[in-house]
């Protein structure tokens, strides 16, 4: 089973970025973890700046992973075209926002993702990604 985490916007800044609202752990440290709790899955990581290239990545993977969990940053927002992505491919998209949009600001209230995603997590902290990763796992047994 393969699945892939993708990362948006500024989260290359985890563990410097707002520690009050992200942490201080980085997402490698934490990644280092997941991959050795989850054995049988192999999870792929990326991460980027640039909509376009999140947009070519679900592409890629898309088609040829088990699932993908994503959490798009500020593009989520925003992004018509991430939303056409996610449902233009057929791996599950799980939607993972580490702090809880909804006690935010206004603007990050709504997402555009969220309709064409299997399911969302948020405000769980980094454990958000862990909860994803085993819904999948359990998901491709059934
Ligand atoms: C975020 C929430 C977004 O509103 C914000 O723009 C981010 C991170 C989160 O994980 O809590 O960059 O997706």
Redesign the pocket.
Known sequence: MKILIIN????NLLGKREPEI?GNRTFEQFLAELQAEFPKIEIDYFQSNHEGALIDRIHEAGFSTDGIIL????Y??TSIALADAIAAVPAPVIE????N?HQ?EPF?HHSYLSAKCVGSIVGLGLEGYRLAASYLEVRSEK
């Open positions: 948006g916007p500024n989260l992200y959490n798009a940053g500020a989520t927002h993972v926002h580490i702090s949009v935010r990050r």
